[in-house]
């Protein structure tokens, strides 16, 4: 098994650049989130997915969409980047069926800069 | 508003010390917490959960308390490694959050030998 899988691992944007970020998982997780980290600030939640066709946002959600493509993917537009969205982003995803308490798997990040 | 506060200073230990770091909260009725760890350059990962109703969870060297009614929670690496060092989030779930977690801003442990 993968786990959660991002791509791609670096990227570096001018302002008003549009791209997308791609994850997936293998473990038939029902939850997937994605959240920025920045230095200082811990992890920050942009938008979760806690099934298959809904989404919600999180804390910081202005400048992002998301698509739950289907159970395993979950993908993070930026439509018109800014300098502000310079961060490492990370997606997990969680939830078993059948049981009350889930940690979250987490992927390996992408770092991404806005220049 | 909600708050989760870890020291945001790095934790100096010498090896085979005990670490001990903390999680605080206010504004936030638990369902549990979590503790994870993060090395640099990769994505947290899952350590221990302890539930609203336990005083305490175990896990190899590792101890979590859990202490509703001062808010806090401390997590404990007795007889530490150097590769121990990382830095250490903790999380909550609160109760009518579904599965989305708030984290806390984390803390780096740095274990010397």
């Known amino acids: 098994n993968a786990g959660v899988t991002q791509t791609p691992k670096f990227q570096v944007l001018k302002t008003g650049q549009s791209m997308t970020l791609q994850c997936a998982q293998d473990?038939?997780?029902?939850?997937m989130y994605w959240y920025r980290q920045d230095p200082g600030m811990g992890l920050r939640l942009i938008y979760y997915s806690a099934s298959e066709g809904t989404t919600d946002k999180g804390e910081v959600p202005n400048g992002y969409n998301v698509s739950r493509l289907n159970k395993r993917e979950f993908s993070l537009r930026l439509e018109s980047a800014a300098p502000s969205q310079t961060s490492v982003y990370f997606c997990?995803?969680?939830?078993?069926?059948?049981?009350?308490?889930?940690?979250?798997?987490f992927g390996p990040g992408t770092r991404l800069t806005v220049l | 508003s909600q708050k989760i506060e870890q020291n945001s200073e790095a934790l100096n230990i010498q090896e085979g010390k005990t670490a001990t770091l903390t999680c605080n909260y206010t504004?936030?009725?638990?369902?549990?917490l979590q503790w994870y760890r993060q090395d640099p350059g990769r994505g947290p990962v899952f350590l221990l959960l302890i539930r609203e109703n336990e005083k305490e969870k175990r896990k190899e060297r590792l101890k979590v308390t859990f202490d509703t009614t001062l808010k806090q929670s401390l997590f404990h690496i007795t007889a530490s490694q150097p590769a121990d060092s990382a830095t250490y989030l903790c999380a909550l779930r609160g109760i009518n959050a579904g599965n989305m977690l708030t984290f806390g801003g984390g803390t780096r442990l740095m274990v010397k030998p």
């Open positions: 504004n936030y009725s638990p369902a549990y």
């Open positions: 997990a995803s969680s939830g078993i069926a059948g049981r009350s308490y889930n940690e979250q798997f």
């Open positions: 473990m038939n997780h029902n939850s």
